[in-house]
Nanobody
Framework: HVQLVESGGGSVQAGGSLRLSCAVS???????????VGWFRQAAGKEREGVAA???????NYADSVKGRFTISKDNAKNTLYLQMNSLKPEDTAMYYC?????????????????WGQGTQVTVS
């Protein structure tokens, strides 16, 4: 069965960096070859929001709030999705989840998501 396991979260001061990883297993073929993958986050008391996504053709999309600071990428050999987060701000504090196989995921619309992980906490102070 499909599993997504995030790692790499932690506490960092404003202006710092973190790299999140998401190991994907259970799909046939390399990560994201036939489906979109991405990251979303949910801060305490707020609705979840899409952060970044990669479509099966390799095109990427970012939320306006993270453009120029976050970079999404994937390693096909390792079946791993990454989110490099630079210039972190306190408002980036949230639980971050990776997700796969949503019909509108590449547009950062979080409906009918196929799979998602358990999340990794990012705290920026």
């Amino acid at each position: 069965h499909v599993q997504l396991v995030e790692s790499g979260g932690g506490s960092v001061q404003a202006g710092g960096s973190l790299r999140l990883s998401c190991a994907v297993s259970g799909y046939t073929g390399s990560i994201g070859s036939t489906y979109s993958v991405g990251w979303f986050r949910q801060a305490a008391g707020k609705e979840r929001e899409g952060v970044a996504a990669i479509d099966s053709d390799g095109s990427t999309n970012y939320a306006d709030s993270v453009k120029g600071r976050f970079t999404i990428s994937k390693d096909n050999a390792k079946n791993t999705l990454y989110l490099q987060m630079n210039s972190l701000k306190p408002e980036d504090t949230a639980m971050y989840y990776c997700a796969a196989d949503g019909p509108l995921l590449c547009s950062l619309v979080l409906v009918d998501l196929g799979y998602w992980g358990q999340g990794t906490q990012v705290t920026v102070s």
